[in-house]
């Protein structure tokens, strides 16, 4: 197993008190596995992204187990995580125009990260980025190197990105949000070349999008801070077993953009609860006990007393 999540929970301290962003996330990614999570905003998605590179400040308090290859990464040195993140696992993170320093050129700033790593030197590493930008679909490389990244729009930022992401040859790549606030034809795009360029690696793909989620072969539904399905893509779109996940799919343009009734309320959360259960359809006196994540038809899993 490549990674492997285990009960891991992320809580922090807020003027109004402790908050627990994640909750009892279990999760593995296999070799060569692409894996979508998808939930609305605010349900702990880019959360759960940052604290399996251990990226959260010191605020955070992280419990749980993130193990990299067999290798816990909550007990690891310094020197160890500047190695893995890199090389090891690779993030795109989710704001593309704030994410390159901006006044170095972007081409700069992919060549520091494959010197870093290690990967190559000076002209050599260069040539690298250049080639990378190329791979992303850039038909003029050399201009984009060195352009600073006020210059680039959204989607070209976020292919910048890509590119840098994946010069490194990590082996595991989080891609936030790759597709947010893009028109449907350079959404189509950026998954196509995501795709390309991670071939041969794993992928987490955090998204709201599911029509990005699609293309990746499981997929975990967030709510609330915790898994609520998880599954082989096709198996949970076709057969969803949690109501939060049928009212995720209805409420996609393709299938009447009906909207999810209600809406989510912490207080669901601390009484201990299914945390769906007060916009639930099906909800009853059982759902006021918390329910496990189990089997879900031998393929997956899924948290409903209901399923
Ligand atoms: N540094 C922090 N301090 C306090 N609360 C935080 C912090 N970072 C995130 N949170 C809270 O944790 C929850 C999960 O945030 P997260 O960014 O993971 O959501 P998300 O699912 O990625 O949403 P989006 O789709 O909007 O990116 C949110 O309620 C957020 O306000
Ligand atoms: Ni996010």
């Keep these: 197993m490549l990674l492997s999540i285990r009960d891991l929970s992320v809580t922090f301290d807020t003027l109004q008190g402790p908050f627990k962003a994640i909750e009892g996330i279990d999760l593995d990614v296999d ?48 020197d160890e995580l500047l190695k893995l993140r890199g090389k090891a696992i690779s993030l795109v993170p989710q704001s593309p125009s704030t994410s390159f320093n901006p006044v170095i050129k972007i081409g700069d700033q992919i060549k520091v990260l494959i010197e870093k790593d290690g990967i190559a030197k000076g002209s050599a590493a260069r040539q690298r980025a250049i080639d990378f930008l190329g791979k992303a679909g850039f038909p003029d490389p050399v201009a984009i ?89 096709a198996s949970v779109i076709n057969k969803p077993k949690h109501f939060y996940t049928v009212g995720l799919l209805e409420a996609q343009p393709s299938r009447g953009m009906k909207p999810i009734k209600g809406r989510h309320s912490l207080l669901s959360r601390m009484d201990g609860g299914c945390r769906f259960r007060n916009r639930c359809d099906a909800a009853d006196s059982v759902c006021k006990t918390h329910p496990l994540l189990r089997e879900r038809d031998g393929n997956g899993r899924v948290r409903c007393h209901h399923a």
Excluded: Q, W
């Design 31 to 78: 070799e060569r596995d692409t894996l979508a999570i998808v939930g609305e905003s605010g349900c702990g998605k880019s959360v759960l992204g940052h604290a399996t590179m251990r990226l959260l400040d010191d605020i955070a308090i992280v419990r749980g187990s993130v193990k990299f290859k067999g290798k816990e990464i909550y007990s690891m040195k310094k």
């Design 145 to 233: 190197y060195e352009s600073y990244p006020h210059r680039l729009s959204g989607g070209m930022c976020e292919r910048a990105l890509i590119a840098m992401a994946v010069s490194v040859e990590p082996e595991l790549i989080i891609a936030d949000e790759p597709t947010k606030g893009l028109d449907a034809i350079s959404r189509k795009n950026i998954l196509a070349m995501l795709h390309k360029m991670a071939e041969g690696a794993s992928m987490i793909m955090i998204t709201h999008d599911i029509k990005a989620a699609v293309t990746c072969k499981r997929m975990a539904v967030m709510y609330s801070g915790e898994i609520v399905e998880e599954g082989i893509t």
